[in-house]
């Protein structure tokens, strides 16, 4: 790894291409991995962190003792003493220009000084009460558990469906089938937005209208995954259906039993892209549901900007663990995500 | 156990016609090979008997019932693929009950009939293995034990040998004639090699562009071919051709000039042709022999000897002619390359065929 990291052109110096490569290459790292690594930082700030000036990088948060005597812990500042002398105290109360201190390790001891003469003294701290809030502050179970449904759900029919209409366009010779083929295709060049309107009013019409399976049944077939499936089902050779058949194989049973095995690896490539599609879909749940507790994690994190308020601690944290699936889905098999890229030439 | 008849069975694909009206009909237990170039349509024909493809005129009759409209599956037969198609994702055991599990048969019947079959095929141990796990020889032998289970009434193989080495390929080929022996099944076998035909046939049938050639027996075929092309396709090294042209006929025999002026007296079995005809004379390399005290018939420039120890084979030019001849000696030749030899030929082993496309026997 370290060898693979520090590989350079030149034989043991750096050659003017190395700079440039490792400086081009910190330049993209930065750009793509700096947002990413800010929201996560940042989704453990709190609340005030967050909307401090100027900004900092790491979560800090102001350093806290307990004092004996007190109940709660108390806020340490960065004290100028009047007779020139700095020193560490915790804050018991302050009243209108004046604070009140004491020196933790002598509790007795109060000194009062004018709140311009102490800073806050902060150290490292992981807000992690913006992730443990969530939970009980807002309705996120049922959020996540939409996302979840709705994801696996579509999925697993996309799968099946699209398998099947990729069976039956590579192995089954019927007039017209290029057409049919070549019209499933074309619909990959409209865009979205404009069957958005008509989608809506069948999904209206069908009473699907705040429902999960109104997000799922438009979305189930997709001109890509049946491309994709088509693709890779052409290169089963016929003569394996052709043996099943003589096995008295049904038609249904050879799809079952025989192309769906086969096709495996073309549908872990369609599951991923299924899965990241339906994660990430915002704008038709957006349309279709519109009670609160039908929201999707997409559509919650949405609904955190209020109109007046927003609560940044909590939408970040909550930005996170949505984006926490995909980023694990991608980690662990992006292996056969560029296996379906480079094999259907598709995103 | 089953006859299968096909009669004037043509197919045509998208108005082509590939299979011109065969008639063939082969009996009860026989070793038929199907044996052509490639294209000439005997995989084509293979299909038509399986039902993987429909005729496009004529019958098939399996058993004297014809089969036209029945599925490949319910036509009781069974075929092993160039290419084996076994299932890849599937054990051998479970490749091989995968057709006894479709029809619904107890699953203790389907495990001692494959057991059964697995033990004739040597695959007891192999029986957990997936097929990319095997070799191509042990792939051949699933395909042929995914066949037996099925205990068809005709068992069909295309050219189930082409993906062997050479080695392999000779003792499957005694495995499979064995196999023939062992289960007196009717089987139809696909092959573009000459030797695999000669070898395990009880019956060849010569195909070309979609006709049958000539049927018979493999001697029947090598001594008597009914044309120069299963003249030229059986036998190897092939069978030498020479441009003669008659001279004389006298009855049943006719006396043709050989390139370099002399005459050869052969017999013809119907209609000798008109003096001056054309003629193409056939002689196999092993028919011919160096000329010894003036009985040569032809003259061999010499160009390429190959020398394999047991026995000699001397290719060369025809001496007034633009034909080439091969000769076949036995033993090793003190003949160089280069050098211009006498022919003499056992004239009982000559053919004499027409000049035209066709090149019917006379």
Same mark, same amino acid.
């Given at each position: 790894?370290?060898?693979f990291?520090?590989?350079?052109?030149?034989r043991?110096?750096l050659?003017w291409?190395?700079?440039?490569?490792?400086?081009?290459?910190?330049l993209?790292?930065f750009?793509?991995?700096?947002?990413?690594?800010?929201?996560?930082l940042?989704?453990?700030?709190t609340?005030?962190?967050?909307?401090?000036?100027?900004? !900092?990088?790491?979560?800090?948060g102001?350093?806290?003792?307990?004092?004996p005597g007190?109940?709660?812990?108390?806020?340490v500042?960065?004290?100028?003493?009047p007779?020139?002398?700095?020193?560490?105290?915790?804050?018991l109360?302050?009243?209108?220009?004046?604070?009140?201190?004491?020196?933790?390790a002598?509790?007795d001891?109060?000194? !009062?000084?004018? +709140?311009?003469a102490?800073?806050?003294?902060?150290?490292?701290?992981?807000?992690?009460?913006?992730y443990t809030?969530?939970?009980?502050k807002?309705?996120?179970?049922?959020?996540?558990?939409?996302?979840?449904?709705?994801?696996i759900?579509?999925?697993i029919i996309?799968?099946?469906?699209n398998?099947?209409?990729?069976?039956?366009?590579s192995?089954?010779?019927?007039?017209? !089938?290029?057409?049919?083929?070549?019209?499933?295709?074309?619909?990959?060049?409209?865009?979205?937005?404009?069957?958005?309107?008509?989608?809506f009013?069948?999904?209206s019409?069908l009473?699907?209208?705040?429902?999960?399976?109104?997000?799922i049944?438009?979305a189930?077939?997709?001109?890509?995954?049946?491309?994709?499936?088509?693709?890779?089902?052409?290169?089963?050779?016929?003569?394996l259906?052709?043996?099943?058949?003589?096995?008295?194989?049904?038609?249904?049973?050879?799809?079952?039993?025989?192309?769906?095995?086969?096709t495996?690896?073309?549908?872990?490539v369609l599951?991923?892209?299924?899965?990241?599609?339906r994660?990430?879909?915002?704008?038709?749940?957006?349309?279709v549901?519109?009670?609160?507790?039908?929201?999707t994690?997409?559509?919650?994190?949405?609904?955190?900007?209020?109109?007046?308020?927003t609560?940044w601690?909590?939408?970040?944290?909550?930005?996170?663990i949505?984006?926490?699936p995909?980023?694990?889905?991608?980690?662990?098999?992006?292996?056969? +995500?560029?296996q379906? +890229?480079?094999s259907?030439?598709?995103? | 156990?089953?006859?299968?008849?096909?009669?004037?069975?043509?197919?045509?694909? /998208?108005?082509?016609r590939v299979?011109h009206?065969?008639?063939?009909?082969v009996?009860?237990?026989?070793?038929?090979?199907?044996?052509?170039?490639?294209?000439?349509?005997?995989?084509?024909?293979?299909?038509?008997?399986?039902?993987?493809e429909?005729?496009?005129?004529? /019958?098939v009759?399996?058993?004297?019932?014809?089969?036209?409209?029945?599925s490949?599956a319910?036509?009781g037969?069974?075929?092993?693929?160039?290419?084996?198609?076994?299932?890849?994702?599937?054990?051998?055991?479970?490749?091989m009950?995968?057709?006894?599990?479709?029809?619904g048969?107890?699953?203790?019947?389907?495990?001692?009939?494959?057991?059964?079959?697995?033990r004739?095929?040597?695959?007891d141990?192999l029986?957990?293995?997936r097929?990319?796990?095997?070799?191509?020889?042990?792939?051949?032998?699933?395909?042929?034990?995914?066949?037996?289970?099925r205990?068809?009434?005709?068992?069909?193989?295309?050219?189930?040998?082409?993906?062997?080495?050479?080695?392999l390929?000779?003792?499957?080929?005694?495995?499979?004639?064995?196999?023939?022996?062992r289960?007196k099944?009717?089987?139809?076998y696909?092959t573009?090699?000459q030797?695999?035909a000669?070898?395990?046939?009880?019956?060849?049938?010569v195909?070309?562009?979609g006709?049958?050639?000539?049927?018979g027996?493999?001697?029947?075929?090598?001594?008597?071919p009914?044309?120069?092309f299963?003249?030229g396709?059986?036998?190897?090294?092939q069978?030498?051709?020479?441009?003669v042209?008659?001279e004389?006929?006298s009855?049943?025999?006719?006396?043709?000039?050989?390139?370099g002026?002399?005459?050869?007296?052969?017999?013809v079995?119907?209609g000798?042709?008109?003096?001056?005809?054309?003629?193409?004379l056939?002689i196999r390399?092993?028919?011919?022999?160096?000329a010894?005290?003036?009985n040569?018939?032809?003259?061999?420039n010499?160009?390429?000897?190959?020398?394999?120890?047991g026995?000699?084979?001397?290719?060369?030019?025809?001496?007034?002619?633009?034909?080439?001849?091969?000769?076949?000696v036995?033993?090793?030749?003190s003949?160089r390359?280069?050098s211009?030899m006498?022919?003499?030929?056992?004239?009982?082993?000559a053919?004499?065929?027409?000049? /035209?496309?066709?090149?019917?026997a006379?």
């Amino acid at each position: 790894m370290t060898a693979f990291l520090t590989r350079t052109r030149g034989r043991g110096r750096l050659d003017w291409t190395d700079w440039f490569t490792y400086l081009y290459l910190a330049l993209g790292l930065f750009l793509m991995f700096g947002p990413v690594a800010w929201l996560v930082l940042s989704s453990f700030k709190t609340e005030s962190a967050i909307a401090e000036f100027p900004p !900092r990088l790491l979560p800090m948060g102001q350093k806290q003792v307990v004092v004996p005597g007190e109940d709660k812990p108390k806020p340490v500042f960065r004290v100028k003493l009047p007779d020139g002398s700095v020193k560490e105290l915790a804050e018991l109360r302050r009243i209108g220009l004046t604070s009140t201190m004491v020196d933790p390790a002598k509790p007795d001891d109060l000194v !009062r000084v004018p +709140i311009d003469a102490r800073t806050p003294v902060r150290e490292f701290k992981l807000a992690t009460e913006n992730y443990t809030d969530l939970a009980a502050k807002f309705d996120f179970g049922q959020y996540l558990w939409n996302s979840v449904f709705i994801t696996i759900v579509a999925t697993i029919i996309t799968l099946l469906f699209n398998s099947m209409a990729a069976f039956a366009l590579s192995k089954y010779r019927f007039g017209g !089938r290029k057409v049919v083929f070549l019209l499933i295709l074309s619909t990959l060049m409209v865009p979205p937005t404009i069957v958005l309107v008509p989608n809506f009013l069948v999904v209206s019409e069908l009473g699907l209208l705040n429902s999960l399976w109104g997000v799922i049944w438009p979305a189930v077939a997709t001109p890509t995954g049946v491309f994709l499936l088509r693709q890779y089902m052409l290169t089963l050779p016929d003569e394996l259906l052709e043996a099943a058949r003589l096995d008295h194989a049904s038609e249904w049973r050879i799809y079952w039993r025989i192309v769906l095995p086969l096709t495996a690896p073309a549908l872990a490539v369609l599951a991923i892209f299924s899965v990241m599609w339906r994660w990430n879909d915002f704008l038709w749940p957006l349309v279709v549901l519109t009670k609160s507790e039908k929201f999707t994690l997409q559509l919650a994190l949405n609904a955190f900007q209020g109109d007046l308020v927003t609560q940044w601690n909590y939408l970040l944290a909550m930005t996170v663990i949505t984006l926490l699936p995909v980023t694990v889905v991608f980690a662990f098999l992006q292996k056969f +995500i560029t296996q379906g +890229i480079a094999s259907a030439g598709v995103k | 156990m089953a006859t299968l008849n096909l009669r004037q069975v043509t197919k045509e694909f /998208d108005g082509t016609r590939v299979i011109h009206g065969v008639d063939l009909a082969v009996a009860d237990g026989d070793f038929v090979v199907f044996v052509g170039p490639s294209g000439c349509g005997k995989s084509t024909l293979l299909r038509l008997i399986c039902g993987l493809e429909g005729v496009t005129t004529g /019958d098939v009759e399996i058993d004297g019932a014809r089969v036209n409209d029945v599925s490949a599956a319910d036509r009781g037969l069974a075929m092993v693929f160039q290419s084996y198609a076994l299932y890849p994702h599937m054990t051998v055991y479970k490749n091989m009950a995968f057709g006894l599990e479709n029809i619904g048969m107890p699953r203790a019947e389907i495990e001692s009939k494959v057991r059964n079959a697995a033990r004739l095929l040597r695959l007891d141990a192999l029986l957990e293995r997936r097929p990319t796990q095997l070799s191509g020889g042990q792939r051949q032998r699933v395909a042929i034990g995914r066949a037996i289970v099925r205990e068809p009434r005709i068992f069909l193989f295309d050219e189930p040998l082409s993906n062997l080495d050479a080695e392999l390929r000779v003792s499957m080929r005694t495995e499979i004639t064995g196999l023939h022996e062992r289960l007196k099944a009717t089987m139809i076998y696909v092959t573009h090699d000459q030797v695999e035909a000669m070898t395990m046939a009880d019956k060849i049938v010569v195909l070309r562009s979609g006709r049958i050639e000539q049927v018979g027996s493999p001697l029947d075929l090598y001594n008597r071919p009914a044309n120069r092309f299963v003249a030229g396709f059986i036998g190897s090294p092939q069978m030498n051709f020479v441009p003669v042209r008659v001279e004389s006929t006298s009855g049943s025999s006719v006396t043709v000039a050989l390139p370099g002026g002399r005459g050869l007296s052969l017999p013809v079995g119907h209609g000798a042709p008109a003096a001056g005809t054309p003629l193409v004379l056939g002689i196999r390399p092993e028919h011919l022999y160096p000329a010894t005290d003036g009985n040569a018939l032809l003259s061999l420039n010499v160009e390429q000897l190959e020398q394999l120890g047991g026995h000699s084979l001397i290719y060369g030019a025809v001496e007034g002619s633009d034909a080439r001849a091969t000769m076949h000696v036995a033993g090793q030749t003190s003949v160089r390359a280069g050098s211009a030899m006498g022919m003499a030929m056992d004239t009982a082993h000559a053919h004499l065929f027409a000049a /035209d496309d066709a090149g019917a026997a006379l």
